[in-house]
């Protein structure tokens, strides 16, 4: 990838992106509430499992489809694989996230002067537009987007259980390790193998909906 293209992907990934990243925790405060992570090996193992389980077979492979379909012009194809993605989004929280990233993603891409749909993708359909306006394959889309998932639920993690910045670090350096073979697994992955199900953040994230005093959204 050449440099310029590779700096765009640091910003897509970047923390500092305005579209609400660090609002959600996608389950990860309920866990904690409920004492189903109260370490940083607790919260290792969840964000693995998560990864593996349901990004690698979720939101990774769409990305890759997605970036090729935008690439190509196929529309209808794009509208589709958005569909797929809502459609494991199982609580109104995740749709919610889904939507409100999605479209604060395409306002930026707007105000960037990139092309955008005419309608409104969720998050992980407008990163993969974003990274193929940006010259990123979607190979290295791929890597980008597990990274700056894993780190913003280390974030959360740190927040919420709480963590010390170097433990947290130590969660980070495992999970780099991992994010290899999540990519691989999504590559790999069959157009009727997408879709996973992680019922435990699925109760988080229903439990979470009702919860009185939180400090994300999700």
Known sequence: MPPHNQARLWQLISPMLPIGAYHYSQGLEQAVRREWIRDRTDAAKWISELLHHSI???????IYRAHGCWNSRDSAGLRSWDDV???????????????????????????????????????????????????VSGMDALSGYA????????????????????????????LIEQ????????????????????????????????????VFRS
């Open 56 to 62: 690698a077979y979720i939101d990774l492979p769409i």
């Open 85 to 135: 993605c809502r459609s494991y989004r199982e609580t109104s929280e995740m749709r919610d996230e889904e939507e409100a990233m999605g479209r604060a993603l395409m306002r930026l891409a707007k105000e960037f002067d990139q092309p955008i749909p005419s309608w409104r993708p969720g998050y992980v359909v407008a990163f993969s537009i974003f990274a193929a306006n940006a010259g």
């Open 147 to 174: 990274w700056t998932w894993c780190e913003n639920q280390v974030l959360s993690a740190t927040k919420l259980i709480p963590l010390g910045h170097t433990e947290g670090q130590r969660v980070v350096r495992d």
């Open 179 to 214: 994010i290899p073979i999540a990519v691989e697994s999504a590559l790999a992955c069959a157009d009727d193998d997408i879709g996973n199900s992680a019922p435990g953040l699925t109760l988080a994230s229903m439990w979470h909906e009702t919860q009185y005093s939180r």
